[in-house]
């Protein structure tokens, strides 16, 4: 059996993008204490994802890269890699990404998001073209974002058939007013979010494992789900922390992604 411990940073917003530095260096380390290989952290951590009603200030490419000069070195003191979500200023504009760190605190790449929400195109108007794998050890992983996980099992198939034994899932979702507010994972009256999960990774015989804000009444939560497509383990709604949790590589072995006759995007 070939295993290997992952995180998902499941950690409240940060109130500033300053903040949002302070507490993603603070769960690394924390990863690397409770001996993680990997740790992952929602979508746009940092400096926050702009939400419509948010108060972010204008996006900042001094600020960006000074952070994730401070993630980098963290991921160093750790000893292991980090899967951060951030947003980056590109010459299209403004665009959600993820940026995967080495143990040794340098940027290994990115995972830009390929396939956008409608809602946030005004916001976010520059996207990814292409999908990508990254290894850890005796891990090989892709990254999807949000709503291409959830409304587009293309972006995981993509990475899984490029190798991938776990795709990672950074998304940000919150409370919705008078929404349905869940305390079982799944849950027939929850929305159809998980119930994704799930089918991601059953469909692809891979780990799916997916992070979320800590946030009062979100619809969603942190997970990881096992290649069957069964709950290995989940966070409960609201609570912040850090999931830990072993996952065994030999059970990903990606067969229906590979049997798939239809060519990967």
Sequence with gaps: MTSVRIALANIRAAATPEESIALATAAILEAGRQGALVVCFPECFIPGYRWPDSILPAPDSRFLASAWSDVGAAAKAAGLTVIMGTERVTDGGLQIAACVFSPDGEIAGWQDKVQLDPDEEGTYPAYGSERRVFTAG????????????????????????????????????????????????????????????????????????SVNYASDG?????????????????????REGLLVDAVDLDLATRLLALRCRTAPM
């Design 138 to 209: 005796p891990l090989t992983f892709g990254v999807v974002i949000c709503h291409e996980g959830f409304r587009y099992p293309e972006t995981v198939r993509s990475a899984v058939r490029q190798g991938a034994q776990i795709v990672f899932h950074p998304h940000a979702t919150v409370a919705e007013r008078g929404g349905h507010r869940p305390t079982t994972f799944a849950d027939p009256a929850n929305s159809f979010h998980e119930k994704a999960m799930l089918c991601r990774a059953a469909e692809n015989s891979c780990y799916f494992a």
């Design 218 to 238: 979100s619809g969603t939560t942190s997970a990881i789900v096992r290649p069957d497509g069964t709950l290995q383990v989940f966070q409960p709604y609201g």
